[in-house]
């Protein structure tokens, strides 16, 4: 088991929380104020390490299997993400998906770090 932290449409109530298989939620949790945060081509949110500027990102905390998360999450991910370690706002590490370096200055890419949560920039609230 594994402790995963979403921040799109894995979430509670998104169209990707079937994909967990029923792993179970640990809680809401908060990045470390040190990530930018993206939408990329309006289809779901990235997050990346940031020199400055950095803020913090909203989601939950998953328990999750290996078998889950190299079976279902991993392969399912867009070619734009991948598996990486954060940390979070109370200093723990927790797994992640995070923008990979090759696209990151993507013209794809919008800024949502000053909303810093999914949810609220696609009106899921």
Not at 67 to 93: K, M, N, W
């Amino acid at each position: 088991m594994a402790l995963l932290f979403l921040n799109g449409g894995g979430m509670r109530g998104g169209p990707l929380n079937h994909q967990l298989q029923g792993a179970p939620l640990v809680g809401w949790a908060a990045s470390a104020p040190k990530y930018r945060f993206f939408s990329v081509g309006d289809r779901f949110p990235a997050m990346a390490e940031a020199e400055t500027g950095g803020r913090s990102v909203v989601g939950e905390v998953y328990d999750i299997s290996l078998e889950v998360l190299r079976e279902h999450l991993v392969p399912a991910e867009p070619p734009e993400l991948e598996l990486g370690l954060i940390e979070l706002a109370d200093g723990a590490s927790c797994l992640a998906t995070v923008l990979r370096k090759p696209y990151q200055g993507d013209d794809n890419l919008v800024d949502i770090s000053n909303l810093g949560d999914w949810r609220r920039y696609r009106g899921w609230e």
